[in-house]
């Protein structure tokens, strides 16, 4: 019986991956590791100048300023990519918005702005990507949030946690339906990592001493620790995964 050896199973020399949200944080992260691992990673945000800032030392990243919160900004990603490489092996369905107000104080419209682009976006560019998916198949990766599984009261929103819990209702369904297409779509659930969105949360001392006593490993993650969780993912070394939550949140859900 032949075993491939480690590296080939993680090898993602000539492959195309989409990242959005890719201009800072776990995105630009999730973009590098792609990279680094061999794939041609376009980085989808809307600032534009960050974006090639970041590809000024990223050979293997190409930049496109696009609007995910809108079906233009969407489709103009996927044709771009569609234009440039032909095909779409891999898809990480990483940008999302947080409302920044508790229940009682968030409006019906602003809830309905996160869900368009926490959920309907995700779904929308990974039926298009399906529709460019290569021979080899397509893997999808939902970025979703240990909120979409557990509430975190007195943190957190109501339009954020209902997004990223539909996201992983979206990610079962999804593989599901596109699974004999050979369309993988599984969902990456964080716990606590320090990004632009949660940065007050970090900033305050009663919030972190609070995330470390409710962590089993008792502190938040880093950046790294998620790097080879989103590459298994994305690589040869899943190719019997579907429909699954991985959750990376140092035991928090396990409490």
């Given at each position: 019986?032949?075993?491939?050896?480690?590296?080939?199973?993680?090898?993602?020399?000539?492959?195309?991956?989409?990242?959005?949200?890719?201009?800072?944080?776990?995105?630009?992260?999730?973009?590098?590791?792609?990279?680094?691992?061999?794939?041609?990673?376009?980085?989808?945000?809307?600032?534009?100048?960050?974006?090639?800032?970041?590809?000024?030392?990223?050979?293997?990243?190409?930049p496109?300023?696009?609007?995910?919160?809108?079906?233009?900004?969407?489709?103009?990603?996927?044709?771009?990519?569609?234009?440039?490489?032909?095909?779409?092996?891999?898809?990480?369905?990483?940008?999302?918005?947080?409302?920044?107000?508790?229940?009682?104080?968030?409006?019906?419209?602003?809830?309905?702005?996160?869900?368009?682009?926490?959920?309907?976006?995700?779904?929308?560019?990974?039926?298009?990507?399906a529709?460019?998916?290569?021979?080899?198949?397509?893997?999808?990766v939902?970025?979703?949030?240990?909120?979409?599984?557990?509430?975190?009261a007195?943190?957190?929103?109501?339009?954020?946690?209902?997004?990223?819990?539909?996201?992983?209702?979206?990610?079962?369904?999804?593989?599901?339906?596109?699974?004999?297409?050979?369309?993988?779509?599984?969902?990456?659930?964080?716990?606590?990592f320090?990004?632009?969105?949660?940065?007050?949360?970090?900033?305050?001392?009663?919030?972190?001493?609070?995330?470390?006593?409710?962590?089993?490993?008792?502190?938040?993650?880093?950046?790294?620790?998620?790097?080879?969780?989103?590459?298994?993912?994305?690589?040869?070394?899943?190719?019997?995964?579907?429909?699954?939550?991985?959750?990376?949140?140092?035991?928090?859900?396990?409490?």
């Amino acid at each position: 019986m032949s075993v491939a050896a480690p590296a080939e199973l993680f090898d993602l020399t000539g492959r195309t991956a989409v990242v959005t949200g890719a201009s800072s944080g776990l995105g630009a992260r999730f973009a590098a590791v792609l990279a680094a691992a061999g794939a041609t990673v376009w980085t989808a945000a809307r600032r534009e100048e960050r974006l090639r800032e970041l590809a000024a030392d990223q050979p293997l990243f190409r930049p496109v300023a696009a609007d995910l919160s809108t079906d233009d900004g969407r489709r103009v990603l996927i044709e771009t990519v569609r234009a440039g490489s032909g095909t779409i092996d891999l898809l990480v369905n990483n940008a999302g918005v947080d409302s920044g107000a508790a229940p009682a104080d968030e409006t019906s419209e602003r809830f309905a702005e996160v869900l368009g682009t926490n959920l309907v976006g995700p779904f929308h560019l990974a039926r298009m990507a399906a529709e460019a998916a290569g021979t080899d198949g397509l893997a999808v990766v939902n970025v979703s949030s240990i909120l979409g599984l557990v509430s975190a009261a007195p943190m957190g929103g109501a339009s954020y946690a209902a997004s990223k819990a539909g996201l992983l209702g979206l990610t079962r369904e999804l593989a599901g339906h596109w699974g004999r297409r050979g369309v993988r779509v599984n969902a990456l659930a964080p716990g606590w990592f320090r990004t632009e969105m949660n940065d007050e949360l970090f900033a305050d001392e009663r919030s972190v001493r609070w995330i470390g006593r409710n962590t089993m490993l008792g502190r938040a993650g880093e950046p790294a620790e998620l790097d080879t969780a989103l590459l298994f993912l994305c690589s040869p070394a899943s190719t019997y995964l579907t429909g699954q939550i991985l959750t990376v949140d140092g035991g928090w859900t396990a409490r």
